[in-house]
């Protein structure tokens, strides 16, 4: 991205200065001018690398968050068949987390009833769903469910956390019931942010380089 900038304000530069007597095409190491074919090349070679880096880590995570869901719905699975049962459950492979054999959601047995407690790891797996969308599809009709997604796990942060307050003890190691979600969706808001000033930075490189053919 570093290199990008640099060439984009040398392209930028290069087309005000194109009627002063100092003119000089830009250069990519500042001591071999750079042709308009040369240009090509490098503004592809920087759109295929972007390409193939967006594609890369929007993949990687959504796969992250698809775990995740998968584990939530594992989970509800489990809550429906066995309401508050006490049993070890896989947490400590995916999470490295140690429940000492305990379910989680066997902490709130008192506090709220079954049917809740599925509602809220619905809602988790929908907030997981949506980052996924809005990851894998570049409309912007598509990313606005990142923010959606980051609302409901406010939502659903604010629910689990009035209750993990209400217990006797705070337990430290079902943190991830409330910020699992909110931290994915957030994340995944970040990757995208991020994965677009990129590809913003590449479109400016070119956009600079059709300013100094032009000129």
């Not at 040398?10 to 250069?27: G, I, Q």
């Not at 968050?65 to 068949?81: D, E, P, R, T």
Request: aromatic content about 14%.
């Amino acid at each position: 991205m570093m290199v990008m900038k640099k060439l984009a304000r040398k392209l930028r530069r290069s087309s005000l200065e194109f009627d002063d007597d100092n003119f000089s095409l830009p250069t990519l190491d500042d001591s071999r001018p750079i042709d308009s074919q040369e240009q090509e090349e490098l503004v592809r070679s920087f759109e295929s690398s972007q390409a193939q880096q967006s594609l890369l880590w929007r993949g990687v995570f959504s796969v992250f968050l698809l775990c995740f869901a998968a584990f939530l719905v594992y989970s509800i699975v489990q809550q429906v068949s066995s309401p508050w049962e006490l049993y070890k459950y896989l947490s400590k492979l995916i999470f490295g987390l140690t429940l000492d054999g305990q379910r989680y959601h066997a902490y709130f047995m008192e506090e709220i009833d079954s049917s809740m407690i599925i509602c809220a790891d619905w809602v988790a797996v929908l907030v997981c769903s949506m980052t996924i969308m809005g990851l894998l599809h570049k409309s912007n009709s598509h990313r606005r469910l990142i923010w959606y997604s980051c609302l409901a796990g406010i939502i659903l942060a604010l629910f689990w956390l009035y209750y993990m307050l209400r217990l006797p003890k705070f337990r430290w190691d079902v943190i991830w019931l409330p910020f699992g979600p909110l931290g994915g969706a957030a994340f995944g808001l970040y990757v995208d942010h991020i994965l677009n000033e990129s590809s913003d930075e590449v479109k400016k490189l070119r956009s600079f380089m059709y300013a100094y053919k032009a000129s």
